[in-house]
């Protein structure tokens, strides 16, 4: 098979296609003109990529709410301060 570089577009055309099953591994290399082998990496990537992206949305939103609580509890200390000072005067 010859070497082509493919764009992103054609890589996901296909890795969506071999994740739908619909054509055997061998059927899929045939129609696109790339390994079989190259096609289980991009399928591997495209999952790993899929996860990925999940667990990165739930980590920035862990780290928002963490931000947000430091935030908050430099505010709390701040009142209490302001509290113990004025029950002084």
Wanted: charged share 40%; glycine share 2%.
């Amino acid at each position: 098979m010859s070497e082509k570089n493919y764009t992103a577009e054609e890589k996901v055309k296909i890795v969506l296609e071999a994740l739908k099953g619909t054509l055997t591994l061998k059927e899929m290399s045939s129609k696109y003109q790339v390994h079989s082998s190259q096609i289980n990496r991009w399928k591997n990537l495209a999952k790993e990529s899929l996860v990925s992206g999940f667990k990165d949305k739930k980590n920035k939103k862990e780290l928002e709410n963490e931000e947000l609580v430091e935030k908050l509890s430099k505010q709390i200390d701040q009142l209490k301060v302001e509290i113990e000072w004025l029950k002084k005067i």
